[in-house]
């Protein structure tokens, strides 16, 4: 069972920045794709960023293009997502997810994901 833990949340003002972290204890953490997801009140999770585990594709949400950035340390067992320009309607709970270890293929599709964090809130607020 892989476990997943982010990180780095907080309360940012509009136009802000934040790193998130998702990290895992597994050995072979290298071999999952990873995808960060967001869920608001009332809404469904949303797929936002997820970067693959074979060549380290990486796929956006339309809505955070050209301002999120994800990347992976696998030395770190770490996948990062850079935020930058934060809006108010980035604010949500952020999870980090994980498909089935042979699935290294980066989908912004909620079902391909088995594996999930707790979550971490972000707040874009003035």
């Known amino acids: 069972q892989l476990q997943l833990v982010e990180f780095g949340g907080g309360l940012v003002q509009p136009g802000g920045s934040l790193r998130l972290s998702c990290s895992s204890s597994a050995f072979n953490f290298d071999y999952y794709a990873i995808g960060w997801f967001r869920q608001s009140p009332g809404r469904e999770r949303e797929g936002v960023s997820c970067i693959s585990s074979s060549d380290g594709r990486t796929d956006y949400a339309e809505s955070v293009k050209g301002r999120f950035i994800i990347s992976r340390v696998n030395a770190k067992n770490t996948v990062y997502l850079q935020m930058n320009n934060l809006k108010p309607e980035d604010s949500g709970v952020y999870y980090c997810?994980?498909?089935?270890?042979?699935?290294?293929?980066?989908?912004?599709?909620?079902?391909?994901?088995?594996?999930w964090g707790q979550g971490t809130q972000v707040t874009v607020d003035s």
């Open positions: 997810g994980a498909p089935q270890v042979h699935q290294t293929q980066c989908l912004l599709t909620k079902g391909w994901y088995d594996y």
